[in-house]
């Protein structure tokens, strides 16, 4: 590699934006504010709900957002760029119709059917792994993953709560709490003011508040679902828990009935293929009883059961509809609830659904609620799905299909005790007054993706071997190490429209929240990843961007993804077929840079020993794009990392500093585990290619894109300080191994802030990938002018680290408002947005890195604290 790289030397100044130094605190206080109140601007009335929390994101169930953004496609490559991507497309066209037409299977990555932005999503429904049902931010039941890893965008209208006030024995009010005004269902009283109502997420909990128009009685809908840190059995449990508390304001009392519909199907064309039937339940155990409806989906492939039910109380009255049918007007079920607030309870089953019919069932809990007072009732939605291996939660419940009602009992009896642990999880930091509300409800709320990524959580099968073949006295693994057969294999999706599990490049900054939160789940992941390594298969396959073929999987480097949701996961390594990745630069030193870290915050020595064999067998297999000798690797002329769409030719910031941070932690790990050799042969390592990375890289502002001399080689990278952000995290000091000086860090980090944040979209859209030192962004690539929200939040951690707090929450919230008050993005924060036009991507696992800014807040506040003592937890 060439050492003349465009420079810019410390005497020339780069672009820096009019006013940056103007009083910002000013200026985000007031966008912030407009632009969360915006979101509430259509609420007319006074209520605030009963125990809704402050802290959150809140929006008035009539607001519309103003901007409407369409999927990346094909025709929004530049021109400029269009060029090198032919071939890509010519053959991904081929391969594409092969996979839909004649295998009739889905894509791993759809290009011609990118999902269109449907702004109506509010928090998922149920545990971690079990499957998912998000139900929108108006109420709607819209988005289905009840077949692991495969997603089914669709409303079905009769899934609906309606509400029945009634006085003095008259039914005074009925009305379906929806604002919608379907063709169907016309028997129904529709068209709820969403003027009235409002929708407030804190996950894993969200309210819904509903003043009545003309009742003087306010309902406040709060959803528990049992996502809770460090808990490994509630955790993993397919269900969610509503709680309706009512408050009557008049000076009388009222009758006041909740009415839950659910059809047997999820909206899918299998809800009418016939055979689905329906049958009520009662369960009593341990002094406490239960009864609703089973609605059992029996498809050929993966039947499932829903179930509805309430607890039965002495003062709450328990009713319901077996079988009714959701098509036509359906007004025979309006009219039963309306005569006495009750439904009729029919004994027995439905008989099975003829091929074009479907079913639903309805539950009716009603209660007193006294002049001037308060009650609530309980619903569960539960479902069950034993033939598929989906789910940790069959451990405690059984795979014999008969969960459902079980299911439903314990959360009924434990939902608050949930609810504790949730609090007392989150309170300190809602509590904290130092942070942003914004950053609140990002940093919870962005939690989603651990149940809704398609995620899935299963027992290990006895007969299992995670080893790759290759046994811990031969420098393996165990073929079933303890923390898979204790707690079991966990894998979610790069993102729901790129179905592809565990993402390696990507996971890398997703990790902190499961490392975080869940860290045996991490773990979990590390050891399958580090039994793929060893593992190959040699099967040639053609590649879609270079049109070569190569080996499916090569031995001893790490591996893309661990397979597609309809294929053989675990099985079938690499769906990814864009790249062969066993080139990429960054999956190798992205499991070391993880190992460490993962060994820092659990300080599990066994698995920093299990694991140091495969960090030498992939730091082996890296060391070979070191072409010259100099102790840094260089990058091969191609897309060859995350930033798939981005060339990068020669030593570079990205893959040269993830390069050196790597050696930082073999270094740390040599010395734990191994001998003074092996710790002077990375040390030497080090200490060549630190001196190499300074020499062509830095240019005396920051580092340079790469050193291949073209045009856009000095383009300033967001993502250029990856590799010392894991080492900070790490907890490495100033005084471990020097790979990066921190005055050239924070250098670099100032030059990012005032280009790729401020000089970008006014400031308030979060950091650009690439932009140029003249203050316009890198247009060289279909990726560098992109934003990519999980790379900025782990850009705001890298800030707070070295000390630029300020700098780091404004850099990330331009995220956050941008995804969540202004394009509609809520629960499907995409991988990427451009500044006008479109986004890549909906529902993407990056942004879960915003726990690395978590991360980042509490070293930096244990360092400035006095030692007291035993520190939080660091998920705290």
Request: proline content about 5%.
């Amino acid at each position: 590699p060439s050492s003349s790289q465009p420079a810019i030397h410390p005497s020339i100044p780069i672009y820096c934006p009019l006013g940056l130094n103007l009083d910002r605190a000013t200026m985000t206080s007031e966008w912030g504010e407009k632009s969360t109140a915006d979101l509430m601007s259509a609420y007319v009335s006074k209520e605030a709900g009963f125990g809704v929390p402050k802290e959150g994101w809140r929006i008035c169930l009539a607001h519309v957002f103003k901007e409407k953004r369409k999927p990346f496609q094909a025709k929004d490559v530049s021109l400029s760029n269009m060029w090198e991507h032919i071939g890509l497309g010519i053959r991904y066209l081929r391969w594409w119709y092969k996979k839909t037409q004649v295998e009739k299977k889905a894509p791993f990555i759809d290009m011609f059917h990118a999902l269109p932005l449907r702004q109506i999503y509010g928090a998922p429904l149920g545990g971690i792994g079990g499957g998912t049902i998000t139900r929108g931010w108006r109420g709607e039941f819209c988005r289905w993953q009840l077949n692991p890893g495969m997603y089914h965008y669709k409303t079905v209208m009769a899934d609906q709560f309606t509400v029945c006030l009634r006085r003095g024995g008259q039914t005074v009010y009925q009305q379906v709490l929806s604002v919608e005004h379907p063709s169907t269902l016309q028997g129904w009283n529709w068209g709820y003011c969403g003027e009235y109502a409002f929708y407030h997420a804190l996950y894993p909990r969200a309210w819904t508040v509903y003043h009545l128009p003309g009742q003087n009685v306010t309902l406040t809908c709060r959803q528990i679902s049992p996502v809770i840190p460090h808990d490994y059995k509630d955790s993993s449990l397919p269900v969610a828990v509503f709680i309706w508390d009512i408050e009557n304001k008049n000076d009388y009392a009222l009758e006041v009935s909740i009415m839950f519909t659910m059809v047997n199907g999820s909206g899918h064309k299998d809800d009418s293929t016939g055979g689905h039937w329906n049958e009520p339940f009662h369960l009593e155990k341990e002094g406490k009883a239960l009864s609703g409806v089973l609605l059992h989906h029996c498809t050929a492939v993966n039947p499932y059961t829903l179930c509805i039910s309430a607890r039965e109380q002495p003062d709450r009255k328990v009713s319901h509809q077996t079988a009714f049918s959701p098509s036509g007007t359906c007004s025979g079920l309006w009219s039963d609830l309306m005569t006495d607030g009750r439904l009729d309870s029919p004994s027995g089953s439905s008989p099975p659904t003829q091929k074009g019919e479907k079913v639903a069932a309805a539950l009716a809990v009603g209660c007193s609620v006294p002049a001037h007072g308060h009650n609530d009732v309980e619903f569960c939605l539960a479902w069950d799905m034993p033939l598929i291996t989906f789910g940790r939660y069959t451990r405690y419940f059984g795979s014999k299909g008969e969960a459902s009602p079980s299911l439903s009992h314990y959360a009924l009896t434990h939902y608050k005790e949930w609810e504790r642990r949730i609090e007392e999880w989150q309170s300190p930091i809602l509590q904290d007054s130092s942070l942003p509300s914004w950053y609140k409800s990002a940093l919870f709320n962005e939690l989603y993706f651990v149940a809704d990524g398609g995620t899935v959580w299963t027992e290990l099968a006895e007969d299992a071997d995670v080893s790759g073949g290759v046994r811990s006295e031969d420098g393996g693994l165990p073929a079933q190490p303890d923390v898979i057969k204790e707690y079991g294999r966990f894998a979610y999706l790069e993102g729901q429209e790129y179905r592809m599990y565990n993402t390696y490049d990507v996971h890398f900054y997703a990790s902190f929240a499961l490392i975080m939160l869940w860290p045996k789940l991490a773990l979990s992941v590390q050891y399958d990843i580090a039994g793929s390594v060893v593992q190959q298969d040699l099967t040639e396959r053609l590649h879609l961007m270079s049109g070569m073929y190569s080996p499916v999987k090569t031995k001893n480097v790490v591996p893309h993804d661990i397979g597609d949701p309809d294929d053989e996961p675990w099985h079938r390594l690499n769906a990814y077929l864009i790249h062969d990745t066993a080139g990429w630069k960054d999956l190798n030193l992205k499991f070391v840079l993880q190992v460490y870290r993962d060994f820092h915050i659990t300080q599990d020595n066994q698995y920093l020993k299990d694991m140091w064999p495969i960090c030498q067998a992939v730091m082996e297999s890296e060391i070979k794009f070191d072409l010259d000798g100099d102790g840094l690797i260089e990058n091969s002329g191609y897309a060859d990392q995350t930033y798939d769409g981005w060339t990068v030719t020669g030593p570079s910031a990205y893959c040269g500093g993830l390069w050196l941070a790597s050696l930082c932690v073999m270094c740390k790990m040599a010395r734990l585990v191994d001998t003074e050799k092996t710790y002077q042969h990375y040390k030497d390592i080090l200490d060549r290619g630190s001196a190499a990375f300074d020499k062509l890289l830095w240019n005396g502002k920051y580092y340079n894109y790469d050193s291949s001399g073209k045009y856009h080689s000095n383009s300033v990278m967001s993502d250029q300080c990856a590799g010392h952000w894991f080492l900070k995290a790490s907890a490495f000091g100033d005084e471990d191994y020097q790979a990066f000086p921190k005055e050239k860090i924070q250098s670099s980090l100032k030059s990012i802030f005032d280009l790729n944040v401020m000089a970008f979209a006014g400031g308030q859209m979060g950091a650009v990938n690439g932009m140029r030192p003249e203050g316009v962004p890198d247009r060289s690539s279909v990726q560098s002018d992109e934003v990519w929200i999980g790379v900025v939040y782990g850009l705001a951690a890298t800030m707070i680290h070295e000390g630029m707090r300020e700098e780091g929450m404004h850099t990330a919230e331009g995220c956050y408002r941008t995804v969540w008050e202004r394009l509609g993005m809520a629960f499907q924060t995409p991988e990427a947005y451009c500044e006008k036009n479109i986004y890549r991507s909906l529902a993407y696992m990056r942004p879960l890195s915003i726990w690395a800014m978590q991360l980042a807040l509490n070293m930096t506040q244990k360092d400035q604290a006095p030692t007291t003592g035993d520190s939080d937890e660091v998920g705290t």
